[in-house]
C-alpha cells in the first residue's frame, strides 16, 4: 500500500462538522461499504469458526473431568442457538437496540451456566469453554456493529471469568492462572478485531479521500467545485420549474409579488455563486471538499495563480500539502499555510511565460520525520528550498508555467 496510506492512522481527521459534496460522499461510502465491511467480516468469521471449534475440541477434552457437566453442556447449546438467531436478528430486524439487547442476554446466560458448570472445579484444571467462545463469535459483529459494543460484551464476559477464577486462587493455586488466561480468551480476539478493522477503515477512508480529491486536479482554471456545482444544479433546477410554469401558462404574467421575489432571489444567488467562484481554483476545492485537508490546510491564492499548474504539478503539490499534513504531530493546531504569488513580472524573453513563488508554512513538523516523498513532490512543482525556524517548516517553491493562450492549456517548465 501506498506511503499515504501507511500515514493514515497518524493524519489528524476533522471532527468540527466536515460536509463531504454528495457526490463524493455516496462514492466513499459504498466503497468503504465493499472494502470495509463484507469481505473482511467474511474472513473473520472463518477465523470465528476456528476459535469456536478450539474451545468446543477443549471441552470435550474437559468432560471426564468435570463433577458435572450437563449446565456447560446447555452453555453450549444455548450459546449456538443463540448465535443462529442473534445472526437472524441482524440480518432481517432493522431496528439496531434489538440485536444487542439480545446479544447480551445470551451472552450472560451462557456465561451463568458455563460458571455454574465449573465452580470449584478449576483445582482439576476445569475451566469455562462456552464462555471464551463468546469473544471469537463477537468478531464479526465488531466488523459489521459497533466495535464499541462488542469489545464492551467481550471485556465484561473476561472480567467476570477472571473473577471467578481469583475467587478460587486459594483452592486453584497455580491453575488460577490458567483462570485467567482463559478469561483472556474471551477479550483478546475482538479487541484485536476492533482495532484491526478500525485501522483499516482509517486506511481506506484516506486514501478513498484523496483520490477523490483528486478529481479536482483536473479541472480548469477556472471551475466550480462539487459544493458550488451542486448549489447551481439546485439553483438551475429551481429556475427551470419557474420558466416551465410560466411558459405552460399555469403561472399567469406579470407574475405574482411572491414569484417575483423568488425569481430575483435565484437571479441574485446565481449572480453571487458566479462572483464568489471567480478566483477559486482546483487548489481551493480540493482543500475544501477533502476530510483531512479541509481544518488543516488554509489556502491563499487572491490571484487564482494556482489554475495556471500543470497537471504534474497540480499531483505534486496536493501530495505536499497531504504529507505535511500527515507528518505533522497530534498536537500541531495551526493550519499548514499555502500562499501562491505574488506573480513576477513578464520576462520579455519569454513573453508567455509566467512565474510565481508558492509557500508552505508547516507547524509542528519534526527535523527527521518529513516523508522523503514531500521532497520529490516539491522537486517537480517546481525548484524549492526548505528551512526550519521556531518549530515551523518552510518550503518555498518557484513556480514557473507557460501559458497557452489560444488552447487554455498551461505547461510545465523545467
Given at each position: 500500500?501506498?506511503?499515504?496510506a501507511?500515514?493514515a492512522d497518524r493524519?489528524?481527521?476533522?471532527?468540527?462538522?466536515?460536509r463531504r459534496?454528495s457526490?463524493?460522499?455516496?462514492a466513499?461510502?459504498?466503497?468503504l461499504?465493499g472494502?470495509g465491511g463484507?469481505?473482511?467480516?467474511?474472513?473473520?468469521?472463518v477465523?470465528?469458526?476456528?476459535?469456536?471449534?478450539?474451545?468446543v475440541?477443549?471441552?470435550a477434552v474437559?468432560?471426564?473431568?468435570y463433577?458435572?457437566?450437563?449446565?456447560s453442556?446447555?452453555?453450549w447449546?444455548?450459546?449456538?442457538?443463540?448465535?443462529?438467531?442473534s445472526?437472524?436478528?441482524?440480518?432481517?430486524?432493522?431496528?439496531?437496540?434489538i440485536?444487542?439487547?439480545?446479544?447480551?442476554?445470551?451472552?450472560?446466560?451462557?456465561?451463568v451456566?458455563?460458571?455454574?458448570?465449573?465452580?470449584?472445579?478449576?483445582y482439576?484444571?476445569v475451566?469455562?469453554?462456552?464462555?471464551?467462545?463468546?469473544g471469537?463469535?463477537l468478531?464479526?459483529?465488531?466488523?459489521?456493529r459497533?466495535?464499541r459494543?462488542?469489545?464492551?460484551?467481550?471485556?465484561?464476559?473476561g472480567?467476570?471469568?477472571?473473577?471467578?477464577?481469583l475467587?478460587?486462587?486459594e483452592?486453584?493455586?497455580v491453575?488460577a492462572?490458567?483462570?485467567?488466561?482463559?478469561?483472556?480468551?474471551?477479550v483478546?480476539p475482538v479487541?484485536?478485531?476492533?482495532?484491526?478493522?478500525s485501522?483499516?477503515?482509517?486506511i481506506?477512508r484516506f486514501?478513498l479521500?484523496?483520490v477523490?480529491?483528486q478529481s479536482t486536479?483536473?479541472?480548469?482554471?477556472?471551475?466550480?467545485?462539487?459544493?458550488a456545482s451542486?448549489?447551481?444544479?439546485r439553483?438551475d433546477d429551481?429556475?427551470?420549474?419557474?420558466?416551465?410554469?410560466?411558459?405552460a401558462?399555469?403561472v399567469?404574467?406579470?407574475?405574482?409579488?411572491?414569484?417575483?421575489?423568488?425569481?430575483?432571489?435565484?437571479?441574485?444567488?446565481?449572480?453571487?455563486?458566479?462572483?464568489e467562484?471567480?478566483?477559486?481554483?482546483w487548489?481551493k476545492?480540493?482543500?475544501?471538499e477533502?476530510e483531512y485537508?479541509?481544518?488543516?490546510?488554509?489556502?491563499?491564492?487572491?490571484?487564482?495563480?494556482a489554475?495556471?499548474?500543470?497537471q504534474?504539478?497540480?499531483?505534486?503539490?496536493?501530495?505536499?500539502?497531504?504529507?505535511?499534513?500527515?507528518?505533522?504531530?497530534?498536537?500541531?493546531?495551526?493550519?499548514?499555510?499555502?500562499r501562491?504569488?505574488?506573480?513576477?513580472p513578464?520576462?520579455?524573453?519569454?513573453?508567455?511565460?509566467?512565474?510565481?513563488?508558492v509557500s508552505?508554512a508547516a507547524?509542528?513538523?519534526?527535523?527527521?520525520?518529513?516523508?522523503?516523498s514531500?521532497?520529490e513532490?516539491a522537486?517537480?512543482?517546481g525548484?524549492?528550498?526548505?528551512?526550519v525556524?521556531?518549530?515551523v517548516r518552510t518550503?518555498?517553491?518557484d513556480c514557473?508555467?507557460?501559458?497557452?493562450?489560444?488552447?487554455g492549456?498551461v505547461g510545465?517548465?523545467?
Amino acid at each position: 500500500m501506498s506511503r499515504h496510506a501507511a500515514v493514515a492512522d497518524r493524519a489528524r481527521p476533522t471532527g468540527r462538522g466536515f460536509r463531504r459534496p454528495s457526490r463524493s460522499a455516496r462514492a466513499a461510502d459504498a466503497a468503504l461499504e465493499g472494502i470495509g465491511g463484507g469481505r473482511l467480516a467474511g474472513g473473520l468469521l472463518v477465523a470465528a469458526l476456528l476459535l469456536v471449534t478450539m474451545h468446543v475440541l477443549h471441552f470435550a477434552v474437559l468432560v471426564p473431568f468435570y463433577p458435572d457437566a450437563t449446565a456447560s453442556a446447555w452453555a453450549w447449546v444455548v450459546l449456538f442457538a443463540g448465535t443462529a438467531a442473534s445472526w437472524a436478528i441482524l440480518a432481517l430486524v432493522r431496528t439496531r437496540w434489538i440485536a444487542p439487547s439480545v446479544m447480551l442476554a445470551i451472552a450472560l446466560a451462557v456465561v451463568v451456566l458455563d460458571v455454574v458448570g465449573t465452580q470449584g472445579a478449576l483445582y482439576l484444571g476445569v475451566t469455562p469453554t462456552a464462555a471464551p467462545a463468546i469473544g471469537a463469535l463477537l468478531m464479526p459483529v465488531a466488523v459489521l456493529r459497533d466495535p464499541r459494543f462488542a469489545v464492551a460484551l467481550g471485556s465484561t464476559v473476561g472480567a467476570i471469568l477472571a473473577v471467578c477464577a481469583l475467587a478460587q486462587a486459594e483452592q486453584a493455586g497455580v491453575q488460577a492462572v490458567v483462570g485467567v488466561a482463559n478469561a483472556g480468551t474471551a477479550v483478546l480476539p475482538v479487541v484485536v478485531t476492533a482495532l484491526a478493522s478500525s485501522g483499516l477503515r482509517r486506511i481506506v477512508r484516506f486514501e478513498l479521500d484523496l483520490v477523490l480529491v483528486q478529481s479536482t486536479v483536473g479541472t480548469s482554471t477556472r471551475a466550480v467545485g462539487m459544493f458550488a456545482s451542486e448549489e447551481l444544479a439546485r439553483l438551475d433546477d429551481d429556475a427551470e420549474r419557474l420558466l416551465a410554469d410560466v411558459g405552460a401558462g399555469r403561472v399567469p404574467l406579470p407574475l405574482t409579488r411572491d414569484l417575483a421575489a423568488t425569481a430575483g432571489s435565484l437571479a441574485t444567488r446565481l449572480r453571487m455563486r458566479l462572483m464568489e467562484g471567480r478566483s477559486d481554483t482546483w487548489l481551493k476545492h480540493a482543500v475544501a471538499e477533502s476530510e483531512y485537508l479541509a481544518d488543516a490546510v488554509d489556502v491563499h491564492d487572491p490571484d487564482g495563480l494556482a489554475g495556471a499548474l500543470a497537471q504534474g504539478q497540480r499531483d505534486a503539490l496536493l501530495l505536499v500539502l497531504w504529507l505535511l499534513v500527515s507528518d505533522r504531530s497530534r498536537a500541531a493546531a495551526i493550519p499548514v499555510t499555502v500562499r501562491l504569488g505574488p506573480a513576477t513580472p513578464h520576462d520579455p524573453m519569454h513573453p508567455r511565460r509566467t512565474a510565481f513563488p508558492v509557500s508552505i508554512a508547516a507547524h509542528g513538523v519534526p527535523r527527521g520525520r518529513t516523508d522523503p516523498s514531500t521532497w520529490e513532490a516539491a522537486g517537480i512543482v517546481g525548484p524549492f528550498e526548505s528551512s526550519v525556524a521556531n518549530g515551523v517548516r518552510t518550503i518555498t517553491i518557484d513556480c514557473a508555467v507557460e501559458n497557452r493562450a489560444d488552447t487554455g492549456d498551461v505547461g510545465l517548465v523545467r
